[in-house]
């Protein structure tokens, strides 16, 4: 388990089927995304624009995962897509602030 979220080191909370999950967005886990889905900023535009998919969004989240889910990727994708993006849109509002913002 992950453990809490610590906002000060540019961590959020994800609770997926009742388990907590922390994302937290180092240099590393920006480069693997950046890596999967092209770069950020673009990304960060996709976002803004309305234009995100949900592949996207769960490769973004699995990236910067603290620690390795119990589950692997496409049990993790279910389980966003079950969660729905109503309760994804805080975790990734919080995650492209910090890639915005930097820390």
């Known amino acids: 388990m992950s453990g809490?979220?610590?906002?000060?080191?540019?961590?959020?909370?994800?609770?997926?089927?009742?388990?907590?999950h922390v994302l937290r967005p180092s240099f590393q886990?920006?480069?693997a995304?950046?890596?999967?889905?092209?770069?950020?900023?673009?990304f960060v535009e996709r976002a803004a624009s309305g234009k995100l998919g949900i592949?996207?969004?769960?490769?973004?989240?699995?990236?910067?995962?603290?620690?390795?889910p119990?589950?692997?990727?496409?049990?993790?994708?279910?389980?966003?897509?079950?969660?729905?993006l109503k309760?994804?849109?805080p975790a990734l509002r919080m995650l492209i602030g910090q890639i915005l913002a930097g820390r």
């Open 87 to 89: 309760a994804l849109a």
């Open 29 to 31: 886990a920006l480069v």
């Open 55 to 68: 592949a996207e969004i769960a490769g973004l989240f699995w990236h910067c995962l603290k620690d390795p």
């Open 4 to 20: 809490a979220a610590n906002p000060a080191r540019g961590e959020v909370a994800l609770v997926l089927d009742g388990i907590p």
């Open 70 to 84: 119990a589950m692997d990727r496409a049990a993790f994708g279910e389980a966003l897509a079950a969660a729905g």
């Open 33 to 42: 995304a950046e890596g999967e889905l092209g770069p950020l900023f673009e």
